[in-house]
């Protein structure tokens, strides 16, 4: 099935489920959901799988949320979100719809234990850092936000006048860009933006794949 946009009513949907998020409204808005939302989500992944494959199979991620060691404890989550990558923190190219609008990212959403030896490690190396430094800077001057959770003061092991202490206090780093619902996230429009988008993250998850790649921890 190719991808003509998001179906009219994939906003108005999670705008009520925010308001109720409860067994009721899930099963009486099932059908937009998969209609509106999880279909067009598949069609869009599918497409844009023989240019970013690369880094792994399509995925949309489950609606349900997992509240076993959440304090918040309502079911559903309130957006749907696609992603191609090899390994969670390896580099992902990532899109969203929800009530915000139109999300696209890339990069390291999440970085184990060995993987934030290996982006520290990375940083570091004057060559390899620098080319980061580089892609994230472009990358925020085309509009995209540089994101991930960040130590408040140095890694251990590293001076504070390291010349990209600021990259090395990350604990993960990625960069994201949401386009507010508009007309064209129903149209064949969305499918320019999260390509052209990808596109632009291309060189940062190729980084993140070449020196973080994916965790050696046994999957939890």
Same mark, same amino acid.
């Given at each position: 099935?190719? +991808?003509l946009? +998001?179906?009219?009513?994939?906003?108005?949907?999670?705008?009520g489920? *925010?308001?109720?998020?409860?067994?009721v409204?899930?099963?009486?808005?099932?059908h =937009?959901?998969?209609?509106?939302v999880?279909e067009?989500m598949l069609?869009l992944?599918?497409?844009?799988?023989?240019?970013?494959?690369?880094l792994?199979? /399509?995925?949309?991620?489950? /609606?349900?949320r997992?509240?076993? +060691?959440?304090k918040?404890?309502?079911p559903?989550?309130t &957006?749907?979100?696609?992603v191609?990558?090899?390994?969670?923190?390896?580099? @992902?190219?990532?899109v969203?719809v929800?009530? =915000?609008?139109?999300?696209? %990212?890339?990069?390291? +959403? &999440? $970085?184990? @234990?060995?993987?934030l030896?290996r982006f520290?490690?990375?940083?570091?190396d #004057?060559?390899?850092?620098?080319?980061l430094?580089k892609?994230? @800077?472009?990358?925020?001057k085309? %509009?995209?936000?540089?994101?991930g959770?960040?130590?408040?003061?140095? /890694?251990r092991?590293?001076?504070?006048?390291h /010349?990209?202490?600021? $990259?090395?206090? &990350?604990?993960? $780093?990625y960069?994201?860009?949401?386009?507010?619902p508009?007309?064209?996230l129903? *149209?064949?429009g #969305?499918f320019d933006?999260?390509?052209?988008a990808w596109r632009?993250?291309?060189?940062f998850?190729?980084? @993140?794949?070449? &020196?973080?790649?994916?965790?050696?921890?046994p999957?939890r």
């Amino acid at each position: 099935m190719k +991808f003509l946009g +998001f179906g009219e009513h994939a906003i108005d949907f999670y705008d009520g489920l *925010e308001a109720d998020n409860s067994k009721v409204y899930w099963d009486a808005n099932k059908h =937009l959901y998969q209609a509106d939302v999880r279909e067009p989500m598949l069609a869009l992944l599918a497409e844009l799988e023989p240019e970013f494959g690369g880094l792994g199979e /399509p995925k949309v991620f489950r /609606p349900y949320r997992d509240t076993r +060691f959440s304090k918040e404890k309502t079911p559903y989550k309130t &957006h749907c979100g696609g992603v191609i990558e090899q390994g969670r923190g390896g580099g @992902a190219y990532y899109v969203q719809v929800g009530p =915000l609008g139109l999300t696209v %990212g890339g990069g390291c +959403f &999440h $970085l184990e @234990a060995d993987q934030l030896a290996r982006f520290r490690t990375a940083i570091d190396d #004057s060559r390899r850092g620098d080319a980061l430094v580089k892609i994230i @800077a472009k990358l925020a001057k085309a %509009g995209f936000e540089i994101k991930g959770e960040q130590l408040k003061t140095k /890694p251990r092991g590293y001076e504070l006048d390291h /010349p990209r202490i600021d $990259l090395l206090r &990350h604990k993960s $780093l990625y960069a994201s860009m949401t386009w507010d619902p508009d007309d064209v996230l129903h *149209e064949r429009g #969305s499918f320019d933006r999260v390509r052209k988008a990808w596109r632009a993250l291309r060189p940062f998850n190729e980084w @993140a794949a070449d &020196h973080v790649g994916v965790s050696e921890r046994p999957a939890r």
